[in-house]
């Protein structure tokens, strides 16, 4: 245990440090455009950490189903590449992103049971966004009911892993970066949104960059705790 906790410092280090900092420098200095191979190096490094916890965690239905939503991550992050180009696979990216909430949450409720009050709160922030979306009008396009389904899936899946803080077998740790991570990942979502949809201005997408980074390591690196 205690050599793979020195693995995933390391890990961390290089992940939050060098490569995340050299792709927010590229994403400030290139606004509009992606640098794909650097995106998917960081992608492929929170699926590695994942498959690391998997492991130790002698592949538990639990760990399978947060190490499937990292990997359906990873493919959500190259089809989302083609945000402005190719309406298809963006949506397709949409899809895989909404499939790694449901495996996330998936893997929670196994861990945590199923609690009626997540989904009273879950409808009530739910209800909230479509609110203030329709009040802003903002236009999603051709994707709009594929962001909607999205929505409600990783509002599901935030309020699952918030409770999970208090009900959950798993070691406070684990349950507080899951937790944390899940929060940077919907956050992350919050500043895509106002940056492609409502401002456009850059410091929105390199928010969106370091929570969804950091929320995804985060959630790989809880498996190292359970």
Do not use: W
Not at 8 to 35: A, C, D, W
Not at 111 to 116: E, I, N, R
């Amino acid at each position: 245990m205690e050599n793979s906790l020195i693995v995933l410092k390391l890990i961390s280090v290089v992940y939050l440090f060098v490569l995340l900092p050299i792709y927010i420098v590229h994403v400030k200095n290139h606004e509009r455009t992606e640098k794909p191979k650097l995106k998917l190096v960081l992608s492929i490094v929170f699926c590695s950490a994942g498959l690391i916890g998997a492991t130790l965690n002698d592949f538990s239905l639990y760990a399978v189903f947060i190490l499937l939503g990292l990997m359906l991550s990873l493919a959500g992050d190259y089809f989302l590449i083609y945000l402005e180009s190719d309406i298809k696979k963006y949506t397709t990216g949409i899809l895989c992103f909404g499939l790694t909430h449901l495996s996330f949450l998936i893997s929670m409720l196994l861990a945590g049971g199923f609690f009626l009050p997540n989904l009273f709160v879950s409808i009530v922030i739910y209800g909230l966004l479509i609110y203030y979306a329709n009040k802003k009008k903002i236009d999603f396009g051709e994707v709009k009911y594929a962001l909607s389904a999205y929505s409600l899936l990783i509002v599901l899946m935030t309020v699952k892993a918030l409770s999970m803080i208090y009900f959950s077998p798993y070691h406070m740790v684990s349950r507080l970066f899951m937790a944390l991570g899940a929060s940077l990942f919907i956050s992350s979502d919050i500043f895509l949104l106002i940056y492609e949809y409502m401002d456009g201005k850059y410091k929105f997408r390199i928010l969106n960059s370091i929570a969804y980074f950091t929320g995804q390591l985060l959630i790989a690196a809880s498996l190292f705790y359970t």
